[in-house]
């Protein structure tokens, strides 16, 4: 086969992962605008144990708002559950390094595998967002005028972007090592 | 720069695209948190970039062995 075949092919085995992908974060951005907090017990009970277990503080959970605790006056509810965070690290991951996978087969280990670890790090990312955004509150802080609220979703975005980006950088470092030793 | 462009576009999208895609109401509440959602990646990309290179153009003799 020629190299310029064996590239169109490949060409064509990454837009059948990027139609997947976007079939996977479409379903999920789907289920996510209409689902309760008790549809959203597969993401929102991981992040509230994980937060326990780092703050010492219990979560409970109460129906139709979320994991609440009344102490705190803090709730882990749907909006805050992270699913946009898991959607956009998928779409990294799946956009970012399916050039890289030579084989369909590849191509498609690398998005389920991006599924998998966006779950597990959407659940760390969010409790460290939560955990943070619970020291803001305790000890609140000024930042250029900014209200309580202003600083609770710029803190959001920063953690969430910089943990996207730092993880992107790693993962690309990963595969360019694992390259290189693969190489003849 | 180049190489957080993915990551940079992903997280725009997500946030501020797929809402106004989707109709949302761009009101003040809507535009302060696109104010937001655009200005600080673009901030902290810029800082992961200048950080990135200052890394790769450190000279082989500075690399601890």
């Known amino acids: ?184 | 720069m180049i190489r957080l462009a993915i990551p940079l576009v992903s997280y725009l999208a997500i946030t501020t695209l797929v809402p106004i895609l989707n109709g949302a109401p761009t009101d003040a509440a809507f535009l302060e948190h696109a104010a937001l959602a655009i200005t600080l990646p673009l901030i902290i990309t810029g800082t992961l970039s200048i950080l990135a290179n200052a890394r790769s153009r450190r000279p082989e003799s500075a690399v601890p062995k």
């Open chain 1, 1 to 184: 086969m020629s190299a310029e075949r064996a590239m169109t092919r490949q060409g064509i085995h990454s837009g059948v992962v990027i139609v997947a992908m976007l079939g996977v974060t479409y379903g999920l951005k789907r289920h996510y605008s209409t689902a309760n907090p008790e549809a959203l017990q597969w993401i929102l009970a991981p992040t509230a144990w994980l937060v326990e277990a780092v703050f010492g503080e219990p979560f409970l959970f109460e129906q139709h708002v979320g994991y609440v605790n009344e102490h705190l006056r803090f709730a882990i509810a749907p909006s805050c559950a992270g699913v946009n965070f898991m959607i956009i690290a998928i779409c990294t991951a799946a956009l970012g390094f399916v050039g890289q996978m030579r084989t369909l087969p590849g191509k498609l280990a690398l998005l389920f595998t991006s599924v998998a670890l966006a779950y597990v790090v959407t659940i760390a990312v969010n409790a460290a967002r939560i955990v943070i955004a619970l020291l803001l509150q305790a000890h609140p802080v000024s930042i250029a005028g900014l209200s309580s609220g202003q600083i609770h979703h710029a803190e959001g975005i920063v953690v969430y972007f910089t943990s996207l980006c730092c993880l992107y950088l790693l993962a690309d470092c990963l595969l360019a090592r694992a390259r290189t030793k693969a190489a003849p």
